[in-house]
């Protein structure tokens, strides 16, 4: 399975980006799908995902209620709409796919995840 994230790039804070991970090849029928971030200095970190078997989605205390994860079965795509966006926010975004619905307290974890983007900077500056 490849990844392809797009959809970053230079925003004011307070304002929205809307993130695109499209995925080719192989097609799996039941995954859980993440997006993970990686801001300068810091260690990689769970933002938000959706299972896909029912729909559920799971986010970080810090995106909660600011960012929507949803994804579109027919076109194998999914998407992270992020608004009232803060400086740090700022990060490289990667979107990733794990083989299967994975229980609530394995989808916040990195080793989850079975195929991985490569990723999409989102910056917030004034």
């Known amino acids: 399975v490849q990844l392809q994230a797009s959809g970053g790039g230079l925003v004011q804070p307070g304002g929205s980006l809307k993130l695109s991970c499209g995925a080719s090849?192989?097609?799996?029928?039941?995954?859980?799908t993440g997006w993970f971030r990686q801001a300068p200095g810091k260690e990689r970190e769970f933002v938000a995902a959706?299972?896909?078997?029912?729909?559920?989605?799971f986010y970080s205390d810090s995106v909660k209620g600011r960012f929507t994860v949803s994804r579109d079965s027919a076109a194998n795509t999914m998407y992270l709409l992020m608004n009232s966006l803060k400086e740090e926010d700022t990060a490289v975004y990667y979107c990733?796919?794990?083989?299967?619905?994975?229980?609530?307290?394995?989808?916040?974890?990195?080793?989850?995840?079975?195929?991985w983007g490569q990723g999409t900077l989102v910056t917030v500056s004034s």
């Open positions: 990733a796919v794990a083989r299967g619905n994975k229980i609530a307290g394995l989808i916040r974890n990195r080793g989850t995840y079975d195929f």
């Open positions: 959706i299972r896909w078997g029912d729909n559920n989605r």
């Open positions: 090849g192989r097609t799996l029928s039941a995954i859980t």
